[in-house]
């Protein structure tokens, strides 16, 4: 491998070092920058295998990207399809990742510390639960809202971003769990689309947040329009004017730049089309996408994780400060060891994780209620008639193969009695356990008790997945 002088850390800055630009990259180019970042003696800047493992997710799904975009060679080594037509969830490792790599860094996070974190590092509390007079709270509305939608929903970070306003059920429903569309281009693996379940606390707190008189939403649309001559909105390369929406077939009306009309459907509008689709109203133009930045402009997925390292590194700050009353005299350096042994911190992916758990501790306890006094045989028969936990949880997250679910997601609680998984669920999750148990039980009058909850972060800090 040819010597490199600078301090790469993609493999477009690597295969260019050696003359070559990111489109021409080869699968060497990529084994040697692995090699690079991770073994080189010569790169002070080594990182260990979970590390490069982030680099390797992302290098992968940008070369799927302009594989099939651009028809560039993709040099990520990819794991081969089985007989059995399974692919990579068969669970053969995948030749790209490094060996360092631990299969799995799920975390869990439980109801009451997602609060702890969300009214620390969102709403500006202290760990004493006041809040100071200084606090802002600038989008506290709009960020609490999609923090409390992934983890009611079980959405990845860019399918809750993308969702349009035209998209979500209406706030009069009367149902716990609004059902919704996830469109087809929005999904991963943009193949298939799918209804997911909006909690109806969900919902209530997305329509403060979009609220014409008091939500943010609204001030950001108009700091948008008093910027009108700067043409923020009207200036926005390849701005799609909708004039009309059905949501039986789930398609939008559009203007066309000849100043005719088309219709096209939600499910090929993929997450970066959504970002210029504009309505005409009395005082200019609103766009469809929900959640909206400062500046009025429709707030791109990979913004959210600046959010949340915002209220992560807020949370801690919080945190060492009250465990050290005179943390703010120390030295810089000092405040940033304390503030990292911090142990509450979120990840968008986390919620997702906990969105499982609290589902798989619900389907366990109505799965043993339903097939109580049922024989080791009859319920393989029942299993192999209407599937089982996995079945439903996979269809829950959107997964293809319910082994995903079983290996990557909740592996660990698999052995655990059913009523230490009710323990992990919080009040308003136990009501609605108790209706269904009270449903599937009605003619041998079973019902679940109510169990009490010691909620608890669980998990080691450390990457997720």
Not at 203 to 214: M, N, R, S, T, W
Request: net charge positive; glycine share 8%; charged share 30%.
């Amino acid at each position: 491998m040819a010597p490199v002088r600078l301090r790469p850390r993609c493999l477009a800055e690597f295969s260019g070092a050696g003359g070559r630009l990111w489109h021409e990259a080869s699968k060497r180019d990529y084994t040697d920058f692995k090699h690079w970042r991770m073994a080189d003696s010569r790169n002070y800047w080594r990182v260990e295998g979970t590390s490069f493992d982030t680099d390797r997710a992302g290098l992968k799904r940008f070369y799927a990207w302009a594989s099939g975009e651009y028809e560039v060679f993709n040099p990520i080594p990819s794991q081969s399809v089985q007989a059995d037509g399974h692919g990579p969830e068969t669970g053969r490792r995948d030749p790209s990742r490094p060996a360092g790599a631990p299969r799995r860094q799920v975390k869990w996070l439980l109801r009451k510390a997602l609060e702890q974190w969300r009214d620390v590092g969102l709403r500006g509390y202290g760990f004493d639960g006041l809040r100071p007079d200084s606090w802002h709270g600038f989008n506290e509305d709009r960020n609490t809202a999609f923090v409390d939608g992934l983890w009611g929903t079980g959405l990845r970070l860019e399918e809750w971003a993308s969702v349009l306003d035209v998209e979500l059920p209406a706030t009069s429903v009367t149902s716990r769990y609004p059902k919704a569309w996830l469109a087809e281009s929005c999904a991963k693996g943009r193949r298939y689309g799918r209804n997911y379940r909006i909690p109806r606390a969900v919902l209530k707190a997305v329509a403060g947040y979009i609220d014409p008189l008091e939500g943010s939403r609204a001030e950001a649309i108009g700091r948008a329009r008093r910027a009108r001559r700067a043409g923020r909105y009207e200036r926005l390369p390849g701005l799609v004017i909708v004039t009309g929406h059905n949501p039986r077939t789930r398609t939008l009306r559009v203007r066309t730049p000849r100043g005719g009309s088309a219709t096209i459907s939600l499910d090929v509008l993929e997450p970066v089309e959504r970002l210029r689709l504009f309505r005409e109203t009395r005082d200019g133009l609103e766009p469809l996408a929900v959640w909206l930045s400062n500046d009025g402009m429709p707030h791109r997925a990979h913004s959210w994780e600046n959010t949340f390292a915002t209220a992560n590194s807020r949370v801690a700050e919080a945190w060492a400060r009250s465990r050290w009353p005179g943390f703010d005299d120390l030295e810089e350096e000092d405040r940033k060891r304390r503030a990292a042994q911090c142990p509450l911190w979120v990840r968008p992916h986390m919620l997702r994780h906990s969105y499982a758990l609290v589902w798989y501790s619900i389907l366990s306890a109505v799965w043993e209620q339903r097939l109580r006094g049922f024989t080791e045989a009859e319920k393989h028969a029942f299993r192999e008639q209407f599937g089982d936990i996995w079945y439903q949880l996979a269809t829950m997250l959107g997964h293809r193969n319910p082994q995903t679910t079983r290996d990557w997601y909740l592996a660990p609680f698999t052995a655990l009695e059913v009523d230490y998984l009710m323990a992990l669920i919080d009040g308003d999750q136990r009501e609605a356990v108790d209706i269904l148990l009270e449903r599937i039980a009605v003619d041998s009058e079973l019902v679940l008790s109510p169990v009490s909850a010691d909620l608890e972060l669980l998990g080691e800090p450390g990457d997720d997945q």
